[in-house]
């Protein structure tokens, strides 16, 4: 049979570490003997066993490994950190063959797992479905090549082209998609590292910005207030979840304390790339954003934003404020029930 299959199933696998393996990538590894598999697994949560480790552990008779092929979407490391080196493991069992998605860009590793193996008498196979291995694992690359988060920007919009009203009546969210589309942006959530909202859309909804339709981890609430102007009665400082403002200046009464932290940059330049610097600082993989129009076209002038996932209700608000300026990278289109959902990507 051949390796795309075996990676197929890896990268499927691979997925139900999502949301949970940052900030290592999520691996998925699948262990074959005389075309079938045998064992799998994908990366535990930060600081449990790798993929590797746990496809290996999950083959009833070892004394099979010396024949078999490991399939893993990405190369095995080659250095301790908080496990020792999958490649050591892979070694210690004499695989036969080790099929690889692709590199890992991360310099402890790049190309040494690799070396590691192949020194050890090991045959290996590298770039198999590469194309397909690497978008799995995108936010772990941008965070190693381009030095900031993977950054995904989420908008709803009306059929007429406005994201909010002009004015409205209570401190609530005025829903324009559907609810089958809110409940998969929780699902999105959930994968994500963080999600990002402004000022305005704070003291207007009141937001929870959290996981409550669906099972996972609430992502780290990021919220822009440059005047420190949101209210403390607010869900943002419930103190339930992380919760990082950034602002002009903190005085006294707003030093970091639990789940509140407050970190400075200065509004008058380049906003976005400051920001990406206090969430790579803070070790952010990715980050959804779902603020209001000024959040969201910072970062579309600045072009930084690898993804955008766009709605449109069925909804017309006749006037309001305008949807994001905004053509770009295309993707694809999909129907959900009364919504249509439009994917861009910025190549």
């Given at each position: 049979m051949s390796h795309e299959i075996y990676i197929k199933r890896c990268l499927q696998i691979a997925k139900n570490g999502i949301g949970s393996a940052r900030p290592n990538p999520s691996v998925g590894a699948v262990v074959v003997y005389n075309n079938k598999i045998i064992g799998e697994g994908f990366t535990s949560i930060y600081g449990g066993n790798h993929a590797e480790v746990n496809a290996i552990n999950s083959v009833k008779d070892t004394s099979l490994l010396?024949?078999?092929t490991i399939y893993v979407t990405l190369e095995p490391c080659s250095h301790f950190g908080k496990t020792p080196p999958c490649a050591d493991l892979i070694v210690k069992h004499q695989l036969k063959t080790v099929v690889i998605g692709c590199v890992d860009s991360n310099s402890l590793v790049a190309g040494k797992g690799i070396e590691r193996l192949e020194n050890s008498g090991i045959n290996v196979i590298v770039g198999v479905l590469e194309e397909e291995c690497r978008e799995h694992h995108k936010r772990?690359?941008?965070?190693?090549?381009?030095k900031r988060p993977y950054i995904i920007?989420?908008?709803?919009?009306?059929k007429d082209g406005f994201i909010a009203p002009l004015t409205k009546d209570e401190q609530k969210p005025v829903w324009i998609s559907n609810q089958y589309s809110q409940q998969l942006v929780h699902k999105w959530r959930s994968e994500e590292h963080a999600i990002l909202v402004?000022?305005?859309t704070v003291i207007a909804d009141n937001p929870k910005l959290n996981v409550r339709s669906w099972s996972g981890q609430n992502p780290v609430r990021i919220v822009l207030d440059k005047s420190l102007r949101t209210n403390k009665d607010l869900a943002v400082f419930d103190g339930s979840v992380r919760t990082i403002f950034i602002t002009e200046k903190v005085d006294e009464s707003q030093e970091s304390k639990g789940n509140l932290i407050f970190e400075t940059?200065?509004?008058s330049k380049n906003i976005g790339i400051q920001i990406c610097e206090v969430l790579q600082k803070h070790q952010i993989q990715s980050v959804i954003i779902e603020g209001g129009l000024q959040t969201l076209q910072t970062f579309i002038n600045e072009n930084l934003w690898d993804e955008a996932r766009v709605?449109?209700?069925e909804t017309e608000f006749k006037e309001g404020v305008k949807a994001p300026n905004?053509?770009?990278?295309f993707k694809e289109k999909i129907n959900i029930t009364t919504d249509v959902l439009k994917?861009?990507?910025n190549d």
């Open positions: 010396k024949e078999a772990f690359f941008t965070v190693q090549d381009k920007l989420k908008w709803a919009e009306t402004g000022t305005n940059i200065d509004f709605f449109v209700g905004f053509n770009k990278g994917i861009y990507t």
